[in-house]
């Protein structure tokens, strides 16, 4: 069957040490893959989007990794700050069905000062 | 850029009365907008594809006579939850595209009394 998976337990994580997400899927192809940061009662805010040709991409603080033999996508954030705190998702399209996405079931992120 | 707005962000009703969502993008023309809800502690659901001037494509599960979904322009969408029940109490989320990239609006909170 077709799955997303994020980890589920929240991540606890010192300021200013790196924070490293998780997003493995299973019997999909995606072209693409995209995180999201949630606060709570809020939309989803996009971060980054990965295409299936491209390893690694950057913004600030932010880095993702795409990796399709192991079929996961890492979410880094570096030097983290308590503003950090959310909960991250990751999507996935599910290829020629619209620019639909898939939702993982996002991990809670807490960075203490 | 790429903001998308949602109203009302709250709405408390009746059961058995109907609700409208409107999901605008307020800084670009999109052509697909998807509506999803989420319960708590858990991800988004996707509920419909929207496309500008069609019907809207409605995900396995979910009952197209109940949420009634009209794309009339590039910038509007609206989601009617009809004849609401407790059941329908969610917190609904629309998201419009910009090329593959979706951006979402801020979420209503629906309380069905």
């Known amino acids: 069957s077709q799955k997303i998976e994020q980890n589920s337990e929240a991540l606890n994580i010192q300021e200013g040490k790196t924070a490293t997400l998780t997003c493995n899927y299973t019997?999909?192809?995606?072209?693409?893959l995209q995180w999201y940061r949630q606060d709570p009662g809020r939309g989803p805010v996009f971060l980054l989007l990965i295409r299936e040709n491209e390893k690694e991409k950057r913004k600030e603080r932010l880095k993702v990794t795409f990796d399709t033999t192991l079929k996961q996508s890492l979410f880094h954030i570096t030097a983290s700050q308590p503003a950090d705190s959310a909960t991250y998702l990751c999507?996935?399209?599910?290829?020629?069905?619209?620019?639909?996405?898939?939702f993982g079931q996002g991990t809670e992120l807490s960075v203490k000062p | 850029g790429a903001v998308v707005s949602q109203h009302p962000s709250r709405v408390i009703c009746k059961s058995g009365t109907s609700v409208k969502i409107e999901c605008r993008s307020l800084d670009f023309q999109a052509t697909t907008m998807f509506w999803y809800r989420q319960f708590p502690k858990q991800s988004l659901m996707l509920m419909a594809t929207?496309?500008?001037?069609?019907?809207?494509?409605?995900e396995q599960g979910v009952e197209k006579d109940k949420f009634l979904i009209n794309h009339a322009s590039l910038t509007l969408s609206t989601l009617t939850v009809t004849s609401a029940h407790p059941e329908d109490s969610s917190f609904y989320i629309c998201?419009?595209?910009?090329?593959?990239?979706?951006?979402f609006g801020p979420g209503t909170r629906l309380t069905v009394t």
């Open positions: 999507a996935l399209d599910p290829r020629n069905q619209g620019g639909k996405l898939i």
């Open positions: 019997n999909y192809s995606p072209a693409y």
């Open positions: 998201s419009a595209s910009l090329q593959v990239e979706q951006y």
């Open positions: 929207s496309n500008e001037g069609s019907k809207a494509t409605y």
